[in-house]
Nanobody
Framework: QVQLVESGGGLVQGGGSLRLSCAASGNTHSIDAMGWYRRPPGKQRELVATITSSLITNYGDSVKGRFTISRDVIKNTVYLEMSSLKPEDTDVYYC??????????????WGQGTQVTVSS
């Protein structure tokens, strides 16, 4: 089993910045890609950004150029640097981790989520 714990959410003004962290513990050798997801109201879960154990990154179109994902493989922690935040970025951000060797099935481990609120 793998446990994911997010931190760093909060309230920020539009145009501001925020940094999220997701620390993995447990059987961390069993996971590969880690990433951030959100679920806008009335929409399906949305990929924000992912990063593999080889540090290959992928971003959702709505955050490209504004958010940066990074990973400390020693600390088993993933970070999301969010800048130029917009009110539409307001959401609960969930950290997810995909199993090693099965990248196509996506995340199977999830954190509890951290709220990000961007005021206009």
């Amino acid at each position: 089993q793998v446990q994911l714990v997010e931190s760093g959410g909060g309230l920020v003004q539009g145009g501001g910045s925020l940094r999220l962290s997701c620390a993995a513990s447990g059987n961390t050798h069993s996971i590969d890609a880690m990433g951030w997801y959100r679920r806008p109201p009335g929409k399906q879960r949305e990929l924000v950004a992912t990063i593999t154990s080889s540090l290959i990154t992928n971003y959702g179109d709505s955050v490209k150029g504004r958010f940066t994902i990074s990973r400390d493989v020693i600390k088993n922690t993933v970070y999301l640097e969010m800048s130029s935040l917009k009110p539409e970025d307001t959401d609960v951000y969930y950290c997810g981790a995909a199993p090693r060797g099965m990248p196509s099935i996506g995340p199977i481990y999830w954190g509890q989520g951290t709220q990000v609120t961007v005021s206009s």
